[in-house]
């Protein structure tokens, strides 16, 4: 039995997988954010449960937002009571067992890698493209496990000058602490930023997929923007890492323009004669997180 855990800022939950990786059960609770030991008291009570009920003791993943070094600290902006602290050695002391816990968008890379949208791939990147803007690598089906766990971050590139320059955007801040970062123009609500700086509307994410789907030309102007920064942010995927593919996921994965407009966008900010990967949607989407841990505690441990 394995249990995958995806850790979120308001419920965690815990999806129950046998050594194939099908899907049994699974069962969620509310996060505590702001008192460490309640957080960990949670986690214990969900896998100890899930013995109980399996008359096991489950092999643990865990998937978490925010960034986890290869000894195990976290930096979480959602869950702030895991910053600075060992999740995963203080929830092996208390279980008894190793439990291994790593970046909640790095593990989707790894779930859409492995049976996923980049099966058959040896080098996939999955980009996670909703409320933030982070992704991983997986390299002949192993995900890239930096010595920071920083390794993925590509919402935090800078945003090139020269399209700050062609568009005059404002320069925002990000919520990592730095500004500049291509996450508040190419995320979710950075679709709505751009919006707002170029119409002065305040529209959501889908309202505005919506009008431009409708002929607004105003929205079509911010989608074309919208996909120029886009495409400048994965050709710094395809200058670092050169993909086989790229698997979207999170809430603009579902924008089916992505799709057709992306491959150009990418190459415009390439070389001449280079080519963007194949762009793909995700097969599991928000299942990922909890499929990407139990394939990590199946890769990481011998059982
Ligand atoms: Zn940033």
Known sequence: MIYG?????????LTCFNGALRKLDSQRTATPVDDFQAFIDTLVNLIESADRQHGCQGVVGIGMPGVIDAEGHSLSANVPCATGRNVAETL??????????????????LSEAHGGAGAGYAHVYGAVLG??????????????????????EYGHHPLPASLREQYQLPLLDCGCGLSGCLEPYIAGPGLANLHRHLCGESLSAPELVERWRAGDKNAIATREIHMDLLGAAFANLVKAYDPDIIVLGGGLSCIEEIYRDLPQAIERHLFAGFHAPVIAPPKFGDASGARGAALLARQTMEF
């Open 5 to 13: 855990l995806d850790i979120g800022g308001t419920k965690i939950e």
């Open 131 to 152: 409320t933030g803007a982070a992704g991983g690598l997986v390299l002949d089906g192993n995900l890239y496990r930096s010595r920071q766990g920083i390794a993925g």
């Open 92 to 109: 092996a002391a208390r279980l008894k067992r190793p439990v291994v816990v790593e970046n909640d968008c790095r593990l989707f890379a």
